[in-house]
């Protein structure tokens, strides 16, 4: 049974995705589940202390936090937000080291050829760099 899962959210309507998929578990048996929010900045610091504090609720849109908050609500079982700021994949994959999490749920934007290598994959860094297994959510077609 999963004691720690990490679920990686952001603002795009994947979340939502993410979010049923996550309920599709038995999640009562689980003993937390931990939102975690990413807010991107671009001239992260990798140098920056790994226990810096999480970022200022007031970093993020009134209307994301609300919606995190809705995500924490449905969630049958104890669980806890994080919001830090950094690279997404970085703080992610130290979120669940801090956390110890069994698993990362996160979404993937499907990109492929170009846009991926301007872009990058958050979810494939994730993969390659995380200690615990990682479920990526592909976007539903159609």
């Not at 929010?37 to 790994?50: E, G």
């Not at 200022?56 to 995190?68: A, G, R």
């Not at 997404?88 to 994959?93: F, S, T």
């Amino acid at each position: 049974m999963l004691k720690k899962i990490l679920v990686a959210l952001d603002h795009s309507d994947l979340s939502d995705q993410v979010v049923e998929t996550l309920l599709q578990f038995q999640l009562e048996g689980v003993a937390e589940v931990v939102l975690a929010h990413v807010v991107a900045n671009a001239d992260s610091d990798p140098d920056v202390a790994v226990d810096r504090p999480q970022a200022d609720t007031e970093t993020i849109p009134q209307q994301s936090l609300e919606k995190l908050q809705t995500y924490q609500a449905q969630i049958p079982c104890k669980s806890a937000l994080e919001i830090v700021t950094g690279d997404p994949a970085e703080e992610i994959v130290r979120l669940a080291n801090i956390h110890q999490a069994e698993l990362i749920v996160i979404g993937s934007r499907g990109l492929t050829g170009m846009s991926r290598i301007l872009q990058g994959s958050v979810s494939g860094q994730v993969v390659e760099e995380a200690h615990c297994s990682v479920l990526v959510v592909k976007p539903k077609l159609g």
